[in-house]
């Protein structure tokens, strides 16, 4: 069983930037596609990126390439997502997950999710 804890999460003024961290235990972090999505009230959860296990591939929703960042330190357990040039609309919880596969992009492929931390942007 494989636990996912984030931390990083805050209230940042738009065109600001925050680190996302995500870091697993229970499991061989490396056999682990990981990814992050979030979800805003009222709204459906959404992908916004994800990396494969070795850190060569990577993912993004159409919203947030350009500024956001996946990055993967498998020495360390431990996947993060760098967020620069932040917008109201980036405000949500943010939740990070794993799946054993080369790469995901919908939820329904994810096996382990983290308990969210919860990003505020202000305008």
């Known amino acids: 069983q494989v636990q996912l804890v984030e931390s990083g999460g805050g209230l940042v003024q738009a065109g600001g930037s925050l680190r996302l961290s995500c870091a697993a235990s229970?499991?061989?972090?490396?056999?682990?596609?990981m990814g992050w999505f979030r979800q805003a009230p009222g709204k459906d959860r959404e992908f916004v990126a994800a990396?494969?296990?070795?850190?060569?591939?990577?993912n993004y929703a159409d919203s947030v390439k350009g500024r956001f960042t996946i990055s993967r330190d498998n020495a360390k357990n431990t996947a993060y997502l760098q967020m620069n040039s932040l917008k109201s609309e980036d405000t949500a919880d943010y939740y990070c997950?794993?799946?054993?596969?080369?790469?995901?992009?919908?939820?329904?492929?994810?096996?382990?999710w983290g308990q969210g931390t919860q990003v505020t942007v202000s305008s």
């Open positions: 229970g499991g061989t972090f490396s056999s682990y596609a």
């Open positions: 990396i494969s296990r070795s850190g060569i591939s990577t």
């Open positions: 997950a794993a799946a054993r596969m080369y790469i995901f992009r919908r939820h329904e492929e994810c096996e382990y």
